[in-house]
């Protein structure tokens, strides 16, 4: 039993790095569970996907400002994450093309833009930490950055939580009521790009997406609610993120992809098991009922 | 109470007319039956009002009805999620947005209004089921409770009828019915022309051109009908541009 707990606490104990990585995690799946519960809702699982590319460039132009520094990459990511966002829904609103296509268009070109910026200043080790990041370096202002997104978002949220939902459901019964629903759209995007890079330098702009859907789309096989289903994200991306971290500790693996598995496999589980649809509850019906 | 103007009214799609010169007026507290084949700018006709579409040339007077999100308007290819996870009361109770808005709670009276409105359209008892465990009809009951809450002064149906059965259609319209009874003013999209004759006073035939509007009786004609189909085809791709002076 102590042997147990010694495995499954010891080394957030030792090790500094390691409780910064869990408490970065904490605060991640707060944040990630009710906004991909609410990309799923939206359909809008591959936008979040495509943003978290389009991310990238915006990283590696302040990467390129001041070499691995938390502030102008974050700061470069958010701001080019919000233009892609922009211009995509601008295209979308006021031409022909709609908006999964316009997103994909532009995130390709601006993950190219990026990829290049770095191979071009950088080395590839450069590339590879901020495409799949480095969780166990989060120092303290990496976690207060986080943990101040994960505070915005909830908020947030809360603030806009009916106009979000009637626009997710019902979006031209929302526009003839009047309700905003384009202002509330793009708040929205604006916090799909703030989790995203607030994952971002804990897990990379690759895997950063993943703390995002993975456990939202386990969630959805056990949620009948929205509240309800966020609720299971959240602990889906805490566990995730605790047997991650402890995965790479003793695995010796990089942190962000052990993390980024573990959700895989909770999602595989959900997918298997999840009572609301999954697979054998699909098998596995019982007998019809009278009425 | 005010009415909806048209004033020489063309709206379309990429420079083609849907809705070619239409000019006249529903009068306050009128029951309008839109109809004509497919194709003929019925529904262009619903989102000019709405204002969803712009219009081409001419101009809609709704006496400020707009602005004021006094219009109710129910689309005929609803965008609604039927697979979202909200309950049959959740959704009833957006017709209330105006009340209540982003922040407003309920209170006594609007609970009442909203068990009302419920009981109205048959739907006592389903408040807490998901909207995806109804039958289309139940969901079209729905969306009707929804309007009833929004308690404007003008109502727009586009098809609300499309794949329902008779006896939701036979309770749905003494809903209608009653909106006119409370001195509404109703406009609907409808191809059911027996429907039309028995309960709608006034109609609007339209096969891109205005064919008639006015009594039901003087419009539904043998002769306008057989004019209306002959109307309304696919637009010509190499139409000239329209010079129609306005009468």
Known sequence: MNQLFDFLVSPFQEFLFMRHALAACLALALGCGPVGMLLVLRRMSLMGDALSHAVLPGAAIGFLVSGLSLYSMTIGGVIVGLMVALIAGAVSRYTSLREDASFAALYLVSIAVGVLIISVRGTNIDLIHVLFGTILAVDDPALILVASITTLTLFTLALIYRPLMVECFDPDFLRSVGGQGATMHFVFLVLVVLNLVAGFTALGTLMAVGMLMLPAASAHFWGHHFWSASLVAVFIALFSGYCGLLLSFYGDLPSGPSIILVAGGCYLFSMLFGRKGGLLSRAQRGPHLTG | ?247
């Open chain 2, 1 to 247: 109470m005010s009415a909806i103007t048209l004033h020489n009214l063309t709206l379309g799609y990429q420079r083609h007319p849907a809705v070619h010169h239409l000019s006249g007026s529903f009068a306050p507290g009128s029951m309008t039956a839109i109809v004509g084949p497919n194709g003929s700018g019925k529904s262009t006709l619903v989102k000019g009002l709405t204002g969803f579409l712009r219009p081409m040339e001419g101009s809609i007077d709704r006496g400020g009805l707009l602005q004021n999100r006094k219009i109710a308007y129910l689309p005929q290819r609803l965008e609604v999620d039927r697979s979202f996870p909200i309950t049959v009361l959740d959704t009833v109770l957006l017709g209330l947005w105006q009340e209540i808005g982003m922040f407003g709670g309920m209170n006594n009276t609007l609970w009442e209004r909203a068990a009302q409105a419920l009981s109205t359209v048959g739907l006592g008892g389903l408040e807490s089921r998901a909207i995806n465990e109804l039958s289309g009809g139940q969901f079209q009951r729905v969306m009707f409770a929804r309007m009833s809450l929004q308690d404007s002064p003008v109502l727009i149906l586009d098809e609300p009828f499309n794949a329902i059965d008779q006896q939701t259609i036979l309770d749905l319209m003494a809903v209608i019915c009653g909106w006119h009874d409370e001195g509404r003013t109703l406009m609907m999209v409808v191809h059911d022309l027996s429907l039309v004759r028995e309960f709608f006073p006034q109609t609007l035939l339209l096969a891109r051109e205005p064919v008639a509007w006015g009594d039901t009786g003087a419009v539904l004609t043998e002769e306008n009908l057989m004019q209306s189909r002959v109307m309304a085809q696919a637009w010509d791709q190499s139409a000239a541009i329209c010079r129609k002076v306005p009468l």
